[in-house]
């Protein structure tokens, strides 16, 4: 038995925490909250035979092989970087760090001690999102030229640390934006980034964070993409998340999930609206997808490099914001 703790009792957390429990092979063992009012409901809702107040504490009474990570943001590196330098390969919620510098120190923890770092990148595991990439990996679309994505909550938005600068790095674009570049790389076959403009601000609330945004992505093999972020909108085109594709051959989409080439419409069959948006079902194969990595050895996709070139994409966006230049990403 693999034997899992996480750190964080918020709501993600329930999530992997539901996502462990539904995995063969993993023996979910402890939890790292400081707040004993919040750690202890969540270790009795989850049987949970430990509950420690920081890393530090969890990493000295050992007899944790993994642990998934879902603090704030600014709390990712340091405990990632001290469950890494002790052999406890990590899972970590997106974003990966607070910037693209944080990131980078977790890779080389992982690749000091060997231990497995992986971030929690989602939307890899959906099953609608897999059949998009394979229809672009297949060539049906032929060379995509273009993508459009957002990752944007109308009429909503998060509250707590996610809107304070120190514990959050950035705001709306950190948050869902991230998610939707990381399924448009994904979609791409995973590109290096070459530069990137954008806007970033804050309108809709009082925070020291942006609840909107857009940048615009120039990857290297020519394909450039557009991709929006927000909180607390008017609007959305669709769902929470949703991307499009323009190929030279044809079109490809998610939610509604289609691909158009010329006349011919391929539809899969995915119903739409979905029932849930993130159903647990993904967190499910996102979490058996890392045991199996753990257990095989295997170098997980995605994993830091994965995470550290969207923080790269999300530093050059702020920095462009601020400057009102485009960026290169080197």
């Known amino acids: 038995m693999i034997r899992l703790a996480i750190t964080g009792a918020g709501y993600i957390s329930k999530i992997h925490a539901q996502a462990a429990q539904n995995t063969p092979g993993i023996d979910l063992v402890a939890v790292v909250e400081r707040f004993g009012k919040t750690a202890r409901p969540f270790a009795n809702k989850f049987g949970l035979k430990n509950h420690y107040s920081t890393i530090e504490d969890l990493v000295s009474a050992g007899g944790i092989d993994t642990l998934v990570i879902c603090t704030p943001n600014y709390l990712h590196a340091p ?15 997106k974003p990966m760090a607070m910037n693209a510098q944080e990131a980078y120190k977790m890779i080389e923890a992982s690749q000091k001690s060997g231990a497995l770092l992986m971030v929690a990148h989602c939307w890899r595991f959906d099953l609608e ?30 509250s707590g640390w996610f809107t304070e600068r120190q514990f959050a790095g950035g705001g709306a674009m950190l948050d869902v934006g991230i998610h939707a570049l990381d399924t448009t790389r994904f979609l791409l076959g995973d590109p290096q980034p070459d530069s990137v403009y954008a806007r970033l601000g804050t309108y809709y609330t009082n925070h020291d964070v942006d609840d909107t945004g857009l940048m615009i992505v120039n990857w290297q093999g020519g394909a450039v993409s557009y991709i929006e972020s927000g909180w607390w909108q008017p609007h959305t085109d669709g769902p929470e998340a949703a991307t499009q594709l323009y190929g030279v051959k044809g079109f490809g989409q998610l939610f509604p ?39 095989q050895q295997l170098n997980p996709n995605p994993g830091g490099m994965e995470g550290w070139i969207n923080m790269k994409v999300i530093d050059a966006a702020y920095e462009s914001s601020r400057t009102d230049k485009a960026v290169r990403v080197e």
């Open 257 to 295: 999930t289609f691909v158009q080439e010329g006349t011919r419409t391929d539809d899969p069959g995915f119903s739409f609206p979905r029932k849930e948006h993130m159903p647990q079902g993904l967190f499910d194969a996102q979490m058996a997808y890392f045991i199996q990595c753990v257990q």
């Open 79 to 93: 405990q990632a970087i001290s469950a890494l330098q002790a052999g406890i390969h990590v899972m970590v919620e």
């Open 129 to 158: 999102v897999l059949w998009l990439r394979q229809q672009v990996a297949s060539g049906r679309l032929g060379k995509v030229i273009r993508t459009k994505s957002y990752g944007v909550h109308k009429s909503w938005g998060p």
